[in-house]
T-cell receptor, first 115, second 114 residues
Framework: NAGVTQTPKFQVLKTGQSMTLQCAQD?????MYWYRQDPGMGLRLIYY???????DKGEVPNGYNVSRLNKREFSLRLESAAPSQTSVYFC??????????????FGPGTRLTVT | DAKTTQPPSMDCAEGRAANLPCNHS???????VYWYRQIHSQGPQYIIH???NNETNEMASLIITEDRKSSTLILPHATLRDTAVYYC???????????????FGKGTKLSVKP
């Protein structure tokens, strides 16, 4: 049981290049999330997918697109990278069941630098 | 979601209890208190959550005041590996839409010293 995995771990892009960050979870969780974390800051939600087939914007969605490929996988795409998107990106997943409250599980992060 | 207030930093001696406070004076009746921590460069890790009763698990204890306007996370015997940023988050339980979303502040940087 690997939990939440992210690829790549590190990436350097030039301004204007595109790339896709991959995330997968093997816990059969319904919901998945993408966050970014800038130095000295807390995490900010970019996009989330409450269940397979749905995606919604979070706090900072501009410049990003997402795809919930299936229940396991949730990808984040930067179409035209900008230096302001230099950050650490975390993916997370959460089970949703009834009215109970379940914690989120986070991946190890992708460290992206845009020059 | 209710706003939380945490001290930016705290120190604790190794082996002693670490008590991390959190104020959430505007908390609603259906909002839970969650604690997560983030060890340097890693993804956040869930610690504990509660609604109004005190909670304990293998990692920590959570003490919520009777009026629910503040809480304290207690690490009973802090070790060097507990050095991390600790986030207190208040949000509703439930599923569907944005109900599972977490809003992270800057947290408290706990430094455990030998």
């Amino acid at each position: 049981n690997a939990g939440v995995t992210q690829t790549p771990k590190f990436q350097v892009l030039k301004t204007g290049q595109s790339m896709t960050l991959q995330c997968a979870q093997d816990m059969n969780h319904n919901s998945m999330y993408w966050y970014r974390q800038d130095p000295g800051m807390g995490l900010r939600l970019i996009y989330y997918s409450a269940s397979e087939g749905t995606t919604d914007k979070g706090e900072v969605p501009n410049g990003y697109n997402v795809s919930r490929l299936n229940k396991r996988e949730f990808s984040l795409r930067l179409e035209s990278a900008a230096p302001s998107q230099t950050s650490v990106y975390f993916c997370a997943s959460r089970v949703q069941q009834g009215g109970s409250s379940y914690e989120q599980y986070f991946g190890p992060g992708t460290r992206l630098t845009v020059t | 979601d209710a706003k939380t207030t945490q001290p930016p930093s705290m120190d604790c001696a190794e082996g002693r209890a670490a008590n991390l406070p959190c104020n959430h004076s505007t908390i609603s009746g259906n909002e839970y208190v969650y604690w997560y921590r983030q060890i340097h460069s890693q993804g956040p890790q869930y610690i504990i959550h509660g609604l109004k009763n005190n909670e304990t698990n293998e990692m920590a204890s959570l003490i919520i005041t009777e009026d629910r306007k503040s809480s304290t996370l207690i690490l009973p015997h802090a070790t060097l590996r507990d050095t991390a940023v600790y986030y207190c988050i208040v949000r509703v339980a439930g599923y569907g839409g944005s109900q599972g979303n977490l809003i992270f502040g800057k947290g408290t940087k706990l430094s455990v010293k030998p």
